[in-house]
């Protein structure tokens, strides 16, 4: 991992219209953006036409076209970079599901079927409403998720980029995954 002051140097030299910064940084942050694009993907279901490389990419396109954003340091730039990578990914499910029902279904068997992917997990759209609603009571459990679940920081990360120690953190990631259970529990999953 790259330290921080290099990163929030070459973050400021950007913000100031450096692209020369802005090419110093990508090479800095790649591997760490590559491996929670990657963490990320595990997640998703198994025919996600979407690969870490190109989640990585569609991420720097966006942040790329942050112009205005005054970037403190690296733990917000990476707390920025969760944001996107959640926005892509939400956007992509909702393309992948806008296609027409029944096309490119393909019949399966029964001894087949009991490969398909297990049932704990989440649909990305679904997880995406159950944060929207999370957001709704508390902000900053919805946060903690966000940068977990779609950043793929640890619990130590995590706790950088928000200023709160790890113990917060971990306290706070049970409460939400425990109130994201329950509220995932009652919805019906495709």
């Not at 892509?88 to 029964?110: F, P, Q, T, W």
């Not at 009991?114 to 609603?133: C, F, S, V």
Request: charge should be neutral.
């Amino acid at each position: 991992m790259a330290s921080s002051p290099d990163i929030t140097a070459l973050l400021g030299d950007w913000s100031r219209g450096d692209r020369t910064a802005l090419n110093q940084l990508l090479s800095l942050v790649y591997a760490e953006l590559r491996r929670a694009a990657a963490r990320q993907l595990r997640r998703e279901r198994p025919d996600h036409t979407l690969q870490p490389t190109a989640l990585v990419h569609e991420v720097y396109i966006r942040l790329v076209d942050q112009r205005q954003v005054d970037w403190q340091n690296r733990a917000h730039f990476f707390g920025v970079a969760a944001q996107v990578m959640r926005r892509v990914l939400v956007d992509h499910a909702r393309r992948h599901d806008a296609i027409k029902r029944g096309d490119g279904v393909r019949c399966v068997s029964i001894d087949e079927a009991k490969d398909a992917a297990a049932p704990n997990e989440i649909p990305i759209l679904a997880l995406d409403q159950a944060l929207e609603r999370l957001e709704q009571v508390d902000a900053s459990l919805a946060r903690i998720v966000e940068l977990r679940a779609f950043g793929g920081l640890t619990i130590d990360e995590a706790a950088h980029v928000l200023a709160v120690s790890p113990s917060t953190v971990s306290r706070d990631w049970r409460t939400a995954r425990a109130w994201l259970r329950r509220e995932l529990g009652s919805e019906p999953h495709p």
